[in-house]
């Protein structure tokens, strides 16, 4: 390894690997260092794509369920836990073992180890195979990620007790699953337990399920999750756990939960995610970090170091993939001087649960914040044809359009398939679509995709499978 490079990314999750990439093919010389033996970060190691994996077998289990209103009656499903393992394993390595590739053929010079900052220009790399160097840069960009959050009253020492890493390593199908938290990653790892056969039950202490999206698709999935899952406590904190040897003993505090001492065979804690700062030499530097412990950017990425940027999960905004890819192309520009800002109107969030839950653009609750007037259209999916004939009606379109432009502000569906449909939202939102565009868009029968442009036509009381008379 040469111990200068002309940019070096620290952290190779989706924020790291895609700006990497993208500086390595616009012709700079680029270092990526990661602790892992490929790139992929959580992402792919530990979140989104082992993730997604399980659900798509808890999707298939659920429908094989489902069959017997149509018709088709399948047995009991046998699970092969070990299979189902390997399965996923399999996903994750070749994903990973794929990117590996593409680093290569990009000659992107990838080192596995950990680094640290000594100072605006250089770096204290301790590689994997135990070996150290220092290398010189002319600009970083950080991406180093975030970790389960852990707090001490829920962090007691016991095999019983895991985070989402653990809950991804299927080590057993427990019979009593506690999920603290009702955020996606808890909503979605409980629907994979709740499929495999675990009782689960959730526990959130704010009065709703996915605190931040718009109660009436939360209530849809709500519905579904009631049917799945054992119980739902809502405003209901733990208070204690205590391993007693042969499962976990939890106190809970609320007035959703009439047994306020249970027992559970395990326990996930997925209650938010804190930035990966720790180790990382920033002290050496002039970033700064706020209070709450994301390092501060500006709308290019830059940090208050001027040779230094930062992308990702690090910077805190909406926690997701492809916001930290989508910054790494902002912060290569912007390294390469060009004229370039972050500043989306839409970051699409999807639920991966059963039915999905998706959001784009900006939501009924921040509108109100934000004192914007918007006009909301919804489309249930009880009038759609598609929705009929796969047995899903419960599902929702709604369309956030505001008052005197009537451009479409937000989108949001929960229904099956919703994460899918989202797209067309933030094209919509990106384009500065008019509730009109949508409506005068012909769009393919019967599919589902219909519903955004039913929803436009709601808007204007034109719906043709739905009347609403016409707004005034
Ligand atoms: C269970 C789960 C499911 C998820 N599902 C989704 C989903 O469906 N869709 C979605 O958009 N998002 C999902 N996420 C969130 C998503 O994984 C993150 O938003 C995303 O990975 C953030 O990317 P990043 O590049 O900022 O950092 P990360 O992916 O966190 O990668 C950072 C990498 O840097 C490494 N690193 C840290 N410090 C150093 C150092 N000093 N030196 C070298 N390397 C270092 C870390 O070990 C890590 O490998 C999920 C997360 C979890 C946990």
């Known amino acids: 390894m040469s111990n200068k490079t002309q940019?070096?990314?620290?952290?190779?999750?989706?924020?790291?690997?895609?700006?990497?990439?993208?500086?390595?093919?616009?012709?700079?010389?680029?270092?990526?260092?990661n602790d892992d033996k490929n790139p992929g970060g959580v992402c792919l190691y530990r979140g989104c794509i082992p993730s997604k994996a399980l659900l798509h077998v808890a999707k298939l289990l659920n429908e094989a369920k489902e069959a017997k209103n149509w018709g088709i009656e399948f047995s009991e499903?046998?699970?092969?836990?070990?299979?189902?393992?390997?399965?996923?394993?399999?996903?994750?390595?070749?994903?990973?073992?794929g990117?590996?590739?593409?680093?290569?053929?990009?000659?992107?010079?990838?080192?596995?180890?950990?680094?640290?900052?000594?100072?605006?220009?250089?770096?204290?790399?301790?590689?994997?195979?135990?070996?150290?160097?220092d290398l010189e840069f002319e600009n970083a960009i950080i991406a180093t990620g975030s970790l389960p959050t852990r707090i001490p009253a829920l962090s007691i020492d016991s095999p019983r007790v895991i985070d989402s890493t653990g809950a991804l390593e299927l080590a057993d199908v427990p019979e009593r699953f506690l999920v603290i938290g009702g955020g996606y990653i808890g909503l979605e790892m409980g629907s994979v337990y709740a499929a495999l056969g675990s009782?689960?039950?959730?526990?959130?202490?704010?009065?709703?399920?996915?605190?931040?999206?718009?109660?009436?698709?939360?209530?849809?999935?709500?519905?579904?999750?009631?049917?799945?899952?054992?119980?739902?406590?809502?405003?209901?904190?733990?208070?204690?756990?205590?391993d007693t040897g042969s499962a976990v003993k939890v106190t809970f505090e609320g007035n959703d939960v009439q047994e306020k001492e249970q027992l559970f065979d395990k326990v996930l804690v997925s209650i938010g995610r804190s930035p990966v700062t720790n180790g990382l030499g920033l002290e050496n530097t002039k970033v700064?970090?706020?209070?709450?412990?994301?390092?501060?950017?500006?709308?290019?990425?830059?940090?208050?170091?001027?040779?230094?940027?930062?992308?990702?999960?690090i910077v805190g905004g909406a926690m997701l993939a492809h916001k930290a890819s989508a910054e790494g192309k902002v912060a290569v520009e912007a390294i390469l001087g060009h004229k370039?800002?972050?500043?989306?109107?839409?970051?699409?969030?999807?639920?991966?649960?059963?039915?999905?839950?998706?959001?784009?653009?900006?939501?009924?609750?921040?509108?109100?914040?934000?004192?914007?007037?918007?006009?909301?259209?919804?489309?249930?999916?009880?009038a759609s044809g598609r929705a009929t004939t796969v047995d899903r009606p419960d599902g929702l379109t709604k369309l956030?359009?505001?008052?005197?432009?009537?451009?479409?502000?937000?989108?949001?569906?929960?229904?099956?398939?919703?994460?899918?449909?989202?797209?067309?939202?933030?094209?919509a939102i990106e384009m500065a679509a008019l509730a009109k565009d949508v409506a005068l868009s012909i769009h393919p029968h019967p599919t589902l995709s219909e519903t955004v442009m039913e929803t436009a036509e709601v808007f204007f009381g034109e719906s043709t499978h739905l009347y609403r008379p016409k707004r005034k």
Request: charged share 25%; proline share 4%; glycine share 10%.
């Open 7 to 33: 940019l070096v990314v620290i952290g190779g999750g989706p924020g790291g690997y895609a700006a990497a990439f993208n500086a390595a093919d616009k012709g700079m010389n680029v270092t990526l260092i």
């Open 288 to 313: 700064k970090i706020s209070q709450r412990g994301f390092i501060e950017i500006d709308n290019k990425c830059q940090t208050d170091d001027p040779k230094i940027f930062a992308i990702g999960d």
């Open 199 to 242: 009782k689960v039950t959730v526990v959130e202490m704010t009065p709703s399920l996915l605190p931040g999206a718009d109660k009436d698709l939360v209530n849809v999935l709500k519905k579904s999750i009631d049917e799945k899952m054992e119980s739902v406590y809502l405003n209901t904190k733990v208070v204690k756990m205590e």
């Open 340 to 382: 370039v800002a972050f500043e989306p109107n839409a970051i699409p969030a999807v639920v991966f649960t059963d039915p999905e839950l998706a959001w784009a653009g900006i939501t009924e609750i921040e509108a109100k914040e934000k004192g914007i007037k918007v006009e909301v259209a919804r489309f249930p999916w009880a």
């Open 77 to 97: 499903p046998k699970i092969d836990l070990d299979k189902l393992r390997s399965f996923k394993n399999k996903v994750v390595n070749q994903m990973t073992g």
């Open 99 to 133: 990117l590996g590739q593409l680093s290569k053929a990009r000659k992107v010079n990838y080192v596995e180890g950990r680094a640290s900052f000594i100072n605006s220009t250089k770096l204290h790399i301790k590689k994997i195979d135990g070996t150290t160097e």
């Open 400 to 427: 956030i359009i505001d008052h005197e432009t009537e451009r479409i502000l937000g989108m949001g569906i929960v229904g099956y398939g919703a994460g899918e449909m989202i797209a067309e939202g933030v094209l």
